[in-house]
């Protein structure tokens, strides 16, 4: 991805949002889980994104965003878990 490339999501009811340039899907993803996480029951989901006009996630964009945060929290967690484990002194246990 170039650094002038620009992602913008579109909500259910048709808002826009845009990205700064230089973002990454990853960055996207992330910023809308956080939105998710946060969200009331009447929330205006992202629901396409589009990267420099061109359509990359048609729709759902919300629920691929749920999927990858919380996939990534669970491995964080398990390599957490593996760290504390490995670092783990015998008076500990």
Known sequence: MA???RFVYITVNGSAFTYD???TYWNV???VYEL???AGSNWDRPNMLLLNGKVVVES???EHAWNYGQAKQTN???A???VQESQKPE???
Do not use: V
């Open 3 to 5: 650094d002038h490339d």
């Open 21 to 23: 340039a230089g973002r």
């Open 29 to 31: 993803l992330d910023h």
């Open 36 to 38: 998710y996480r946060s």
């Open 60 to 62: 759902k964009l919300s």
């Open 76 to 78: 964080i967690q398990q």
């Open 80 to 82: 957490i878990t593996r």
């Open 91 to 93: 008076w500990l246990t």
